[in-house]
């Protein structure tokens, strides 16, 4: 007994002398300067509506390797949700500063949308869709630079906005990656 309470004893102070972080759910990795990071795309959703649609059900550009499912991604929460994550066409290189890369290869741009795609994507900004991404296992989220007294980051992104009757979709995307590790600062 008292040999377990021992073994316990150490275990306790290990744990606590420990410095780590871990979100549930999410799979540790480890990235080299040049190594290929890529986003994954996961749905569209709105708080109004609460019925999410996967992302590619959307006219939006696919991977040029074509539509996989993500590795490494099914953990409870992904599983519980009902969650399909995908890839997508954006690749970055680690810590290798990257500008004016272009989604939809090899032309630049999506083919003309058929009207019944244009309805979709008006009633989806109608309804305020978020794009959700999914970058190192954590949510790609949207912070507003000139709100100054916002104090939380949105998940995703808008898919568009209307305006004085006109419709316009976020399809310039910018993207900035904050990194950090043992031994280096950012």
């Known amino acids: 007994?008292?040999?377990?309470?021992?073994?316990?004893?150490?275990?306790?102070?290990?744990?606590?002398?420990?410095?780590?972080?871990?979100?549930p759910g999410t799979y540790?990795?480890?990235f080299k300067k040049g190594d290929l990071l890529q986003a994954n795309v996961n749905s569209l959703s709105s708080f109004e509506?609460?019925?999410?649609?996967?992302?590619y059900t959307m006219?939006?550009?696919?991977?040029?390797?074509?539509?996989?499912?993500?590795?490494?991604?099914?953990?409870?929460?992904?599983?519980?949700?009902?969650?399909?994550i995908e890839n997508s066409p954006y690749n970055f290189t680690m810590k290798v500063k990257q500008t004016a890369q272009m989604a939809c290869s090899p032309d630049?741009?999506?083919?003309?949308?058929?009207?019944?795609?244009?309805?979709?994507?008006?009633h989806k900004i109608d309804n305020h869709y978020r794009v959700n991404m999914v970058l190192d296992n954590l949510p790609v989220t949207v912070y507003?630079?000139?709100?100054?007294?916002?104090?939380f980051v949105r998940p995703g992104f808008e898919l568009g906005y209307k305006e004085n009757g006109k419709?316009?979709?976020?399809?310039?995307?910018?993207?900035?990656?904050?990194?950090?590790?043992?031994?280096w600062s950012c």
Not at 49 to 55: A, Q, S, V, W
Not at 108 to 122: D, F, I, M, R, S
Not at 144 to 151: A, G, M, R, S
């Open 59 to 84: 006219p939006f550009c696919k991977p040029p390797e074509g539509i996989k499912r993500a590795p490494n991604t099914a953990n409870p929460g992904t599983i519980l949700q009902g969650l399909r």
């Open 28 to 30: 540790p990795q480890e």
């Open 144 to 151: 507003d630079l000139l709100d100054e007294e916002q104090e």
């Open 167 to 183: 419709y316009y979709i976020n399809n310039h995307l910018v993207f900035n990656i904050l990194v950090g590790g043992v031994g």
């Open 1 to 23: 007994m008292a040999r377990s309470a021992g073994v316990m004893l150490a275990l306790l102070a290990l744990a606590i002398s420990a410095r780590a972080y871990y979100v």
């Open 108 to 122: 630049g741009y999506y083919p003309a949308l058929t009207a019944a795609q244009v309805k979709n994507l008006k």
């Open 49 to 55: 509506t609460e019925m999410p649609y996967e992302y």
